[in-house]
């Protein structure tokens, strides 16, 4: 664990008390001492460090003490959470994923938080199955709000990473053209078909300096792609370069991953 998402806070005299899933999460999966040092991760996003104070076995409790932020020492071996910080670029990554069924959609928002995606949203395409719509409501929304915060707390991503409900393909445009305006921005599809199609490179050069976006958009099929009409409306809407890459035919879950991971590496 790279941080501890700190999900309320409520902090009387420098002390935070850890109850509920939190506690047995820390107790039990961490087996944290007093004494130990953790990176907390606040509500308004900055890190603390606080070190276990108190450990109550009965009323299942745990209390930190945030403690000065040049003390180092961690229980968690490795880069920590507060040296990720410094080196993440002012940009903020979404991804469009064309809503396949719900165990790879599971997968598909854990790797995406872990890359610092900060805006998943699910699109109902063409190919996107009426079970796999119906499923993502209720426990499943909680469930993936814990598969984030795991997510986080595992990759020490200081993005506040957000999936948002299950959107038509023209309400994903409208909410995507609607958070660019005034900044610099680039939007991609990836498209097994390689006519109509562009490499990234080309995108990227169409961009005119591409070190300077700020906003990066992309969007992904379901386990049957995106179909035609959907990457036309793509393009002529909202601007959206479509990709082709020239490798194997990638599963939903793998092209949403490898696809996130080749932009950021283009442009870093």
């Not at 961490?30 to 009965?58: H, P, S, Y």
């Not at 909410?175 to 199609?197: A, F, I, P, Q, Y």
């Not at 959206?240 to 092209?255: D, G, K, P, Q, S």
Request: charged residues 30%.
């Amino acid at each position: 664990m790279r941080q501890f998402i700190l999900e309320k806070q409520e902090i009387k005299n420098g002390l935070i008390e850890i109850d509920g899933k939190d506690f047995r999460y820390l107790r039990s999966v961490l087996r944290v001492k007093i004494g130990d040092m953790l990176n907390v991760r606040m509500k308004d996003g900055c890190l603390q460090n606080a070190t276990v104070a108190k450990i109550n076995e009965n009323s299942k409790t745990i209390i930190l003490q945030l403690c000065a932020n040049n003390q180092k020492t961690s229980i968690t071996r490795g880069v920590q959470a507060d040296e990720i910080d410094g080196n993440v670029p002012d940009r903020e990554y979404w991804l469009f994923q064309f809503l396949p069924k719900i165990q790879k959609f599971e997968l598909i928002v854990r790797q995406a938080v872990e890359c610092g995606v900060k805006v998943v949203i699910p699109v109902i395409g063409e190919y996107t199955e009426k079970s796999s719509i119906s499923a993502l409501s209720g426990a499943k929304l909680q469930r993936l709000e814990r598969i984030i915060k795991e997510a986080r707390q595992q990759s020490g991503s200081p993005v506040d990473s957000k999936v948002l409900e299950p959107v038509s393909l023209q309400r994903a445009v409208e909410l995507w053209n609607e958070s660019c305006r005034g900044e610099k921005s680039l939007s991609v599809v990836l498209s097994e078909r390689d006519h109509c199609s562009e490499n990234l490179h080309k995108a990227l050069d169409d961009a005119d300096d591409f070190m300077k976006l700020k906003k990066i958009c992309i969007a992904v099929g379901s386990e049957g792609g995106i179909s035609g009409d959907e990457i036309k409306y793509l393009r002529e809407k909202g601007m959206f370069h479509a990709v082709h890459f020239a490798v194997n035919i990638l599963r939903c879950e793998t092209a949403a991953l490898y696809g996130i991971a080749a932009v950021q590496s283009a442009i870093s």
